[in-house]
Nanobody, 111 residues
Framework: VQLQASGGGLVQAGGSLRLSCVAS????????MGWYRQAPGKQRELVAG???????NYADSVEGRFTISRDNAKNTVYLQMNSLKREDTAVYYC??????WGQGTLVTVSS
């Protein structure tokens, strides 16, 4: 399994970004997916998860601002990030339930 994340970049506080993660393989639709992030000097943390049935969960810090979704026809999971804050600055990783990790995409939020 390979996970290819993209969509990171530099954005001003209050702005939006959408991250994408394309998975290889034919079993994507039956696999739970998640987004983690790691900020400089901090531990990696779960941002959002989505089950194979589409149930979602979020970290308290992003609830109401971020939305995780999936398109099984495209083997892709998304993370829509709105109302971004400086503290959202981190490398974002997609991961599947079997603990395969993508390479990470950097999100930098400026004031």
């Amino acid at each position: 399994v390979q996970l290819q994340a993209s969509g990171g970049g530099l954005v001003q506080a209050g702005g939006s970004l959408r991250l994408s993660c394309v998975a290889s393989g034919s079993t994507f639709s039956s696999v739970a997916m998640g987004w983690y992030r790691q900020a400089p000097g901090k531990q990696r943390e779960l941002v959002a998860g989505i089950s194979s049935e589409g149930s979602t969960n979020y970290a308290d810090s992003v609830e109401g601002r971020f939305t995780i979704s999936r398109d099984n026809a495209k083997n892709t999971v998304y993370l829509q990030m709105n109302s971004l804050k400086r503290e959202d600055t981190a490398v974002y990783y997609c991961v599947d339930e079997y603990d395969y990790w993508g390479q990470g995409t950097l999100v930098t939020v400026s004031s």
